[in-house]
C-alpha cells in the first residue's frame, strides 16, 4: 500500500527559511513526478514545484529564486526548501507522487505559516 507522509511545516517569521520534506512507501517511486502543491484559505490548490524522474524541475512564478525541490532516490523522498518566505506563502502544502491519473497519491498536508 502506498503511503505519502509530509513533514517538517511551521510557524516561520518573513524572511525566514523552511525544509518541507515527504516520504513515500510502497513502492519504488524513481520514475514518479514529485510534487508540492499547496492550498491556502478560500484558494484553490496550486502546484508549486515539481521534479520529474529525469530531474527536470519547474516551478510556479510566485516561488522562482526562493524555492528548491529536490529528491533522493534511494530514500523515496522529495525536499522542498523554502528560502525568503512571505506572508502569502502560507497555506497547507501538499506532496503528490504521480506517474499517470491513476498511479497518483497524496500527503495528508503540513500547515506552513509565515507570519511576525
Known amino acids: 500500500q502506498v503511503q505519502v507522509v509530509e513533514s517538517g511545516g511551521g510557524l516561520v517569521q518573513p524572511e525566514g527559511s523552511l525544509r518541507l520534506s515527504c516520504a513515500a512507501s510502497g513502492r519504488s517511486f524513481i520514475i514518479y513526478d514529485m510534487s508540492w502543491y499547496r492550498q491556502a484559505p478560500g484558494k484553490q490548490r496550486e502546484l508549486v514545484a515539481v521534479i520529474s524522474g529525469g530531474l527536470s524541475v519547474h516551478y510556479a512564478d510566485s516561488v522562482k529564486g526562493r524555492f528548491t525541490i529536490s529528491r533522493d532516490n534511494t530514500k523515496n523522498t522529495v525536499y522542498l526548501q523554502m528560502n525568503r518566505l512571505k506572508p502569502e506563502d502560507t497555506a497547507v502544502y501538499y506532496c503528490?507522487?504521480?506517474?499517470?491519473?491513476?498511479?497518483?497519491?497524496w500527503g495528508q498536508g503540513t500547515q506552513v505559516t509565515v507570519s511576525s
Open positions: 503528490n507522487v504521480r506517474r499517470t491519473q491513476q498511479d497518483d497519491y
